[in-house]
């Protein structure tokens, strides 16, 4: 088992209804330096999130403590820019299990599944519902289910159902990573890297 | 069937197909540098795992390299423990390692075509989002996170859903002082930063067909800023010529082998796309970016645009608030303090003939500091022996060694907060290029422009006939 499994999550939401949210803003490159994963939550949106003394910025929501949860709600096209998976594990290392957005980048979405943290794909129309939703209510719990594939405002009922590919889908509730699965069929690529021609 | 050339190396690389999952496909080469590898080494020790294939995978020092004094210890002390980490972890594997000192160290995305490591037909990943650049020789080529990293070193493979199919046509002839960098930075700035994710992109077109090598690795290499996969174009005379006789490329026999398979290595007539766009090169001038994601460029003689009303109206107004621009500013004469020439965009020979070009015959601006960065210790050597770096010092511009530098500025090279760069690299996110810094993407010219006349200009008023 590589990482913690992922079945039902019901958690309030931290919301962060910026777009365009890119990798060198959840964690800036110069704390990239580490050769162990460790500590990357320290630096999460590290610039937004403190000036350059250190302090925390007062009006950034990770320094609100009204707003906490396991779920991350950005903006669209989350996750863009650099392939760095050092964006998700500082995701992951603060606290958060699942980001929601209306659109994510293609490598943050692969790296957050390689690593258990739940990309949700919703549409523009219920990410604008679970913002107001929250704006109403800091306190309001979302579900994710991922073996039914719905996300739901618990206080209202509202819900919708997200898309993930079914292997991904079984490894987040087995917490099974692809290097097992690579593993196991390690003859058929040796058989097809003789055929290789580079 | 017609089939597009990505389908043809995509399909010859699957291993297995997974229903309703993604497809296990294997990487002829891997490239590793030493910010994004010591955590998947760590993964294979963890796993008690052996590398497969270590004669497939090439270790480079680049992201967290000094430019200056390169002869000297590193003095951050993590930069020189990744570095170390590095060195080890490839002696350990027995995985070549060209790191800092090597005859042939320099950025990864520089380094692996300029030595034939790329060649066309190939699958190749790194854990860099501008991998997408190995795409110019009709490779599949694109980034990967770490956990992926340590897929390739323990598998030779990974595990991808296969992407959409774009293709981007460019037609006509492009017109004085438009580089290839203006014609990407113009396709994503019609397509946006996100416009082409989920897709792999297909250039094709005149002005590809008529790009040297070099111009096609800057196109290819920002496919990523507008969210694709990668970008592909297919090889051609210009591809081969390029590729014979480098270092790693096939010799002898071996290479008409390879060539002979190469060629076939082109979309069919009939093959179909998920979605086309077309471009006029008439439509290209001269560009630069005004915000904080590649997508808000522009053409250097316009004024930045008004917000459109809707959800991305706070996200605009953020960005131009970074920047200290404001709605309907001109470009055209905004202050400079930095320009930096160099990155895996624009850091090979082509970019800095160009900007010599411009200098030749004129004085650094006083107000502008200038950090040019060669990609490699090869193209350091190019610029020695083509009389390049003559011009550049007697118009009092400094070299310094080849890496990464400001273009992520994870070393000391690094814009201080709230001064304005002309930055040949590709990303003017926020802090990019050091926390406050503010970025504005341009080409070797228009960069070359700003650094004589220390405001943003228009390469096309300083280019001799």
Redesign the interface.
């Known amino acids: 088992m590589a990482y913690d499994k992922f079945t039902v999550l019901k958690s309030t939401a931290v919301p962060m209804?910026?777009?365009?949210v890119?990798t060198?803003?959840i964690i800036?490159?110069?704390f990239?330096?580490?050769?162990?994963?460790k500590g990357f939550g320290d630096n999460l949106f590290r610039?937004w999130r403190y000036n350059?003394d250190g302090s925390p910025k007062k009006d950034f929501i990770l320094n609100n403590p009204v707003y906490s949860g396991k779920i991350l709600a950005g903006?669209?096209?989350f996750g863009?820019?650099?392939?760095?998976?050092?964006a998700?594990w500082a995701i992951y290392d603060y606290g958060f299990r699942c980001v929601v957005s209306s659109?994510?980048?293609?490598?943050f979405k692969?790296?957050s599944l390689?690593?258990g943290l739940l990309p949700v794909q919703v549409s523009?129309e219920f990410l604008?519902k679970i913002f107001k939703a929250i704006e109403a209510d800091p306190k309001t719990e979302i579900e994710v289910n991922l073996p039914q594939q719905k996300i739901t405002i618990i206080a209202t009922g509202e819900n919708e159902s997200f898309e993930i590919?079914?292997?991904?889908k079984e490894n987040m509730i087995n917490g099974y990573?692809?290097?097992d699965?690579?593993?196991a069929?390690?003859d058929?690529?040796q058989k097809?890297?003789g055929q290789?021609?580079? | 069937m017609p089939t597009t050339l990505f389908d043809k190396v995509w399909d010859s690389h699957v291993v297995r197909r997974i229903s309703s999952g993604p497809d296990v496909l294997f990487i002829d080469r891997h490239f590793i540098h030493e910010v994004t590898s010591p955590v998947a080494f760590l993964g294979l020790e963890n796993r008690k795992l052996q590398v497969m294939y270590p004669g497939k995978t090439f270790a480079t020092a680049d992201h967290n390299t000094p430019t200056i004094n390169q002869h000297l210890p590193v003095k951050d002390p993590l930069s020189a423990n990744q570095l170390k980490a590095l060195e080890m972890n490839s002696k350990k594997y027995g995985i070549s390692h060209w790191g800092l000192g090597h005859a042939r160290n320099g950025i990864v995305h520089v380094i692996g075509p300029e030595n034939g490591i790329t060649q066309p037909g190939m699958t190749i990943v790194c854990g860099d989002s501008h991998t997408s650049t190995h795409g110019a020789f009709g490779a599949i080529a694109f980034g990967i996170g770490t956990s992926e990293v340590e897929m390739v070193l323990s598998s030779q493979c990974i595990m991808q859903p296969k992407p959409k199919k774009m293709r981007i046509t460019v037609n006509g002839k492009l017109g004085k002082g438009v580089t290839p960098k203006d014609v990407i930075l113009y396709i994503i700035s019609k397509l946006t930063a996100a416009g082409a994710t989920g897709y792999f992109v297909e250039y094709a077109g005149e002005v590809f067909e008529n790009m040297s090598m070099e111009g096609r690795m800057t196109v290819c290499n920002m496919s990523i800023e507008m969210g694709a996969r990668g970008g592909i174009i297919a090889p051609d005379e210009t591809t081969f010529t390029y590729l014979k006789g480098r270092e790693l490329a096939p010799k002898g026999e071996a290479w008409d082998k390879a060539l002979a398979y190469w060629k076939t290595l082109k979309t069919d007539d009939g093959a179909t796309f998920d979605v086309e766009h077309n471009f006029k090169a008439s439509d290209i001038e001269p560009m630069i970016t005004y915000g904080t994601n590649p997508g808000m460029g522009l053409g250097i003689s316009q004024h930045i645009p008004t917000a459109e009303q809707g959800s991305g109206k706070a996200t605009y107004e953020k960005s131009l608030d970074y920047m200290g621009f404001h709605q309907e500013d001109e470009m055209l004469g905004k202050k400079v303090d930095y320009v930096f020439i160099g990155s895996c965009t624009n850091g090979r020979i082509e970019d800095f003939r160009a900007f010599a070009s411009i200098v030749k015959g004129r004085k650094k601006a006083d107000n502008v500091t200038v950090w040019m960065v060669p990609g490699s210790h090869i193209v350091e050597q190019q610029i020695k022996d083509e009389g390049i770096l003559d011009i550049l010092q007697e118009a009092g511009f400094e070299l310094r060694q080849p890496g990464c530098s400001a273009c992520l500025a994870m070393n000391d090279d690094k814009v201080p907060a709230g001064k304005y760069a002309v930055s040949t690299s590709n990303r003017n996110f926020e802090g990019r290029q050091g926390p406050g810094a503010r970025t504005m993407l341009a080409s070797p010219l228009v960069a070359a422009a700003a650094a004589v006349t220390g405001v943003v200009t228009d390469p096309r008023e300083l280019i001799k006939d």
């Open positions: 209804p910026i777009e365009n890119d060198d803003q800036p490159a110069r990239l330096k580490a050769t162990e994963r610039d350059s903006g669209k096209n863009s820019g650099s392939s760095r998976e050092h998700a659109f994510f980048a293609d490598i692969n790296n390689n690593i523009a604008d590919n079914g292997y991904k990573d692809d290097i699965y690579l593993q069929m390690k058929d690529i097809f890297a290789s021609i580079y």
